[in-house]
């Protein structure tokens, strides 16, 4: 069980939060002294409330290119979930294989009664090789997604325009109003590469390049493809540790660079409903980093281990519109704190607590806007989403786990429970709480 609430929507597209429910499974199993296997399915349901300017599944993927609209609502929904893989060795060599497939549903059964059913797969492999002092690795991933999302109303008095969102508060307004339906594709593929120390200590590094893109086309216009999204990301991670003895050490710097652009397709006039593509121009642009230095010390012996671990960093988005002019940008300095304690409180029972101080603190911001040319429902929506991405927020978290083996079984119970708290600058606030329980065997 999942709960959070926001006093307000830090982001509209999200609503103020969620109560969902979900059913899990997973399994590992050792085949033979050379490979396993392993799996897992989940369900989820549950629903979302009062989301705005959103009528689209995956806001986090798919924006700036999404279709909206002003009124919104709660939304429902469900997910599948299914994960296996397999894992072979021999000698200094190993190899391994891994499909994720999710199924999400997502609706809204009163107008405007949005709706957008996902499938997102993907594939990984991976290999590596112990040479000198340190396994080398890599691995390859690649992954299909398709989206099919329409807006249905029921009263007639009550149809509202639909937006085909093009970023900043911008719209493609020759095919905006009651061209309601329309699907995504897309996908993309990445490739990490990785070095371990075989022994306890030593340096080790990450490295990773992903691009994807997502095309968004038109069903009510014979698939007219309207805008193409892009991404292309770089981590880069670097760090020593030593993990011998009882003492537990250490630290790395990483740095992550995601940017993405937007195309809008020129579309000519239709002849027997085939809409020519006369041109395209790159119109939205976002780059995001996040660079961070990141440590961990711990003891460990006998029944009981603790750990304190930091984290501090620099954030940054920016985000621009190429005609009219439009600019919005935040940057933060944040620094994180946590720590995790765990003890055997007997031969069947284990008791695990981690609790968590976060800030983040706004160190620059600004925004450009045509405001004298733009409705009045978008300036709020502007501005809202500007109010929240220049605040600063502080968070506690708290989790507790208790682990329960039946006496002379290998079987084995488990209760968690979590929860945290936001506070944001703009005298808004957040509270989380997440239950589990569960078998193991």
Known sequence: MDYLHQSAPFVLQKGTGHFLSEAKAETFLRLSNHSSAWGAASYMTGKQYQVSWNSSSDYDLLNPYILADTLGG?????????????AVSKGKF???????????HEYRNVDPR?????????????TAYDFGKYQWAAGLEGNVY?????????????VIPEFQMTGLGTEYSRFSGDK???????GGYGINLDANPLNETGFYGH???????YKRMLADLNSV??????????????????MGGPRQVALDGNLVFVRRSGDENIIGKSSAQYYPIIGK???????????????????GRGSGTWCLNGKIGYWSNRERYVYPERKMEAAKIYGRLGGQWMRSLSRTVALTVDMTAAYYGNVSSGIVMPYANMKASFQDMINHQYQFEKAGYGMLSAKIRSDYRLSGSQIGLFAELGGDWITCSENEHQHHLHLALGITF
């Open 74 to 86: 709660d939304t429902h929904c469900e997910r599948y979930g299914f994960q296996g893989g397999y």
């Open 94 to 104: 190993q190899l391994g294989i891994e499909a994720i497939f999710r199924a999400e």
């Open 114 to 126: 949005m709706r957008g059913i996902v499938t997102d797969l993907t594939l990984r492999l991976g």
């Open 146 to 158: 398709k989206q099919t999302n329409d807006v249905d109303f029921y009263r007639e008095l009550g």
């Open 180 to 186: 309601r339906t329309l699907y995504y594709k897309g």
């Open 207 to 213: 490295a990773k390049l992903w691009r994807r893109q």
């Open 225 to 242: 493809p309207l805008t193409q999204l892009f991404y292309h990301s770089a981590e880069v991670s670097l760090g020593w540790k030593h």
């Open 281 to 299: 121009l790159t119109m939205y642009k976002n780059y995001l980093i996040d660079t961070y230095l990141r440590g961990l010390y711990g003891w």
